[in-house]
């Protein structure tokens, strides 16, 4: 979609609620979680920059069945259309 970006990681085996989701700063996804059994444990820390081309505060995030975690968000208004081009006039100096 033109008007959305999506990320998409895989994490099998990790309950939902097990897994959190930030915005840092609003330029910053933190994607963290576990899974603890009595013999072992998983976890996961990953941070994706999203700069200022994503309206964060509309971040939604999805879990499949399969494991994929997929985290979409609108770009940011200014990245929707095509950049508007402004001229710049061009002044001669004054002497001194």
């Known amino acids: 979609d033109d008007d959305q970006l999506s990320l998409t990681i895989s994490i099998p085996d990790i309950p939902l609620e097990d897994i959190n989701i930030e915005v840092i700063g609003e330029r910053i996804v933190h994607i963290y979680g ?35 975690l997929v985290v979409t968000a609108p770009k940011a208004k200014m990245y929707n259309k095509k950049e508007d081009t402004r001229k710049i006039p061009i002044v001669f100096a004054k002497e001194l």
């Open 34 to 68: 576990e899974k603890k059994t009595e013999s072992s444990q998983v976890s996961f820390d990953k941070r994706f920059s999203i700069g200022n081309k994503l309206e964060e505060s509309n971040l939604k995030a999805e879990l499949t069945k399969d494991g994929k």
